[in-house]
């Protein structure tokens, strides 16, 4: 008996819940692309397989079956006997097999009526009309979900596999707001957290890299003015920006704003500003100050994917926890002494102030423990935020003693290394310190 053959695209809805299933009946299945590209799809050879040349298409032992739904209800019959997946009780059939049609007839439908003129048609915007027929969708199922924490039962079912790859991708094109759709958000939570959920990431992530790039086109193409970044390198909070713009790549201008003589107190600069603050950031109509919430922007805007600053909202809990640490303990310590320099007369570094800065850097060493980065083992904008600081403070003000503290002497390494630290940050961080060495007596 010959493996199981898919033939498959990455970043296919309908994909993605034969493969969830698969991996939740345990079947091992060879999975073979189909280049869209080459019209491989219009092949005589994939022809003969699928005659309505669509993916996903099964081929188990000689045996042709093509259609999603079909073949997740196949898959469980022939490998998940008396599986809770599509069961044999008579009325929990019938209620996955309505699920399955709304899927097949309404949900998937008004998805792909929002984004195929994207990718197909070349269309810069997605229709209003199409898109509130997609919430409309939400609707039905939040409706659906007051009655069962699942779609057809009380347990998981390849209805609810088969809705999931669909709305993952649809929450990427019209978010699902929780606090509109809470019976939703909370089963589509629990769907994440099944092990199965695994097999649908890659196709996930291909599909959100494609959706973003057209749409970060088109937006690139409507807005040909640069994003605007008045700025001073010697900031450390506009380093940090500073560092964000170089790992996305942006073209950004950038307007230096000159601090001693008083450019951020100019009405013109109020203005856009009234806290007077660098970095601040002009985006066409939209002006937004504080680092923190630039880098945030400037990431969910422009970035190719959402790895600095993610969607997940555990990750991004944790990530946002990492910028108030930066925001709320290690960057009011380090300007404590900045602060008594420069604008109250004092010629030394006061020890109770640099054991402060000792103290932020004892919690940081226990917030890298187990971790690559500060927020987990990825790089995120909190690295940025907090590098930008620590590097000023540790230039400067409190060295980082390596044996006291090799978890940040290794990240501090490892942040260094980056290709684009020394212009975005290095530069800057040589600046605070000259300023700060022509204060001490």
Request: proline share 5%.
């Amino acid at each position: 008996m010959g493996k199981i053959k898919l033939y498959m695209v990455w970043g296919s809805p309908p994909v993605n819940s034969v493969l969830m299933t698969a991996k939740a009946l345990n079947i091992d299945i060879e999975l073979v692309e189909v280049d869209f590209s080459k019209n491989e799809f219009l092949s005589d050879w994939f022809l003969k397989l699928n005659p309505a040349h669509t993916v996903p298409t099964l081929d188990d032992d000689g045996f042709i079956l093509w259609d999603s739904h079909a073949i997740l209800m196949y898959l469980v019959e022939k490998y998940g006997k008396n599986s809770v997946l599509y069961p044999e009780d008579s009325k929990t059939k019938a209620f996955i097999n309505q699920i399955l049609l709304f899927d097949c007839g309404t949900v998937f439908r008004c998805f792909s009526d929002c984004v195929k003129p994207l990718f197909y048609e070349g269309k810069k915007s997605m229709d209003q009309n199409k898109l509130s027929n997609l919430k409309d969708v939400y609707v039905i199922l939040e409706r659906i979900l007051t009655s069962s924490k699942f779609l057809a039962s009380d347990n998981i079912t390849i209805a609810d596999i088969s809705i999931l790859s669909t709305l993952l991708p649809s929450n990427l094109v019209l978010p699902i707001e929780t606090n509109k759709f809470p019976k939703l958000s909370v089963w589509l939570e629990h769907m994440k957290q099944a092990e199965f959920y695994q097999a649908g990431e890659k196709a996930l992530e291909t599909f959100r890299i494609g959706f973003e790039t057209v749409t970060r086109s088109f937006l690139q193409k409507k807005n040909m003015s640069k994003p605007k970044l008045y700025y001073n390198p010697v900031s450390p909070a506009v380093r940090s920006t500073l560092l964000v713009i170089a790992a996305l790549d942006l073209d950004v201008e950038l307007v230096t704003i000159n601090l001693m003589a008083g450019e951020h107190l100019t009405p013109q600069f109020l203005k856009k500003n009234p806290l007077h603050t660098l970095p601040t950031l002009e985006d066409g109509d939209f002006v937004i100050f504080d680092s923190h919430a630039i880098n945030a922007y400037l990431v969910g805007k422009y970035g190719k994917n959402d790895s600095l600053y993610p969607k997940d909202l555990q990750k991004r809990a944790v990530v946002d926890q990492r910028l108030h640490f930066d925001s709320g303990v290690l960057f009011p310590r380090m300007g404590a002494i900045v602060g008594a320099l420069l604008r109250q007369g004092v010629k030394v570094i006061e020890k109770d102030k640099a054991d402060l800065v000792a103290q932020a850097y004892q919690s940081l060493e226990t917030l890298l423990e187990g971790n690559t980065y500060v927020a987990g083992n990825e790089l995120t904008i909190a690295d940025f935020s907090i590098v930008a600081t620590l590097s000023s403070t540790n230039s400067a003000l409190v060295p980082v003693a390596s044996n006291t503290y090799p978890k940040i002497t290794a990240w501090l390494t490892r942040m260094q290394a980056l290709p684009y630290y020394n212009q975005a940050n290095q530069v800057g961080v040589d600046m605070f310190k000259g300023m700060i060495q022509s204060k001490l007596a």
